[in-house]
């Protein structure tokens, strides 16, 4: 059975050097550039089954000398955060909703876990994410986990391609707050992100200045 596994994650790993790079300009990630001013923290977003509870997406917010969101693989996006190889800047707490909204539905949860850390740790953890490069599809957990053990005080998250692996171990760690984001959306979120654009359309000042 592990053979037959590896044989089917081998060619997804390899895969993953035809991800398609997304690069923002200069000028676009300086103007949407946010700061929290909160202490610094990294945040796990796990979307999960409601049916059986197995994951089925993995992002990672970093809260450091500004918010960032790394979505390795991942579908959601809007015109007032620009992307840079799935790392995602200007995370206002109107577009961390947003985001949220977008993976919570009728047949998935968001688990949300917060974990305090040092300044240090999170900057590192943002020059991480943004040396890692666009990530394919199917290898979220793969990424997440690869850039979590790096950092010092994660060396417990186990190197998997299976995002609840990744959210028990994250869980267990010092510090660690849980929340769970339910929504009643139907599953067919396609319209979502239209919807999220419209309604930050005329508050958000990056859409105003375009």
């Known amino acids: ?100 909204d977008y993976h919570a539905r009728e047949t998935f949860d968001v688990i949300e876990t917060k974990v305090p850390v040092s300044a240090a740790v999170a900057e590192a953890a943002i020059a991480r994410v943004q040396a890692n490069g666009a990530v394919n599809k199917a290898l979220c957990g793969n990424a997440i986990s690869a850039v979590l053990r790096d950092l010092p005080g994660f060396e417990s998250i186990p190197h998997t391609f299976f995002p609840g692996r990744i959210d028990r171990a994250f869980a267990k760690l010092p510090g660690a707050e849980t929340r769970v984001h339910q929504d009643g959306d139907p599953d067919n979120n396609s319209g979502v992100l239209i919807v999220q654009a419209r309604e930050a359309a005329p508050k958000d000042a990056f859409l105003e200045r375009r």
């Open 1 to 100: 059975m592990r053979h037959l596994l590896l044989a089917a994650v081998l060619p997804l790993a390899l895969a993953a050097c035809g991800a398609d790079s997304v690069w923002a300009p200069d000028a676009e990630v300086a103007r949407a550039a946010y700061v929290t001013g909160e202490p610094a923290s990294i945040t796990l977003f796990t979307v999960v089954r409601k049916n059986g509870g197995s994951g089925a997406h993995s992002g990672l917010m970093i809260d450091g000398h500004q918010r960032v969101m790394f979505d390795p693989a991942g579908t959601w996006h809007h015109p007032g955060v620009p992307e840079r190889n799935d790392v995602h800047y200007g995370l206002t707490p109107r577009m961390r909703a947003f985001y949220i």
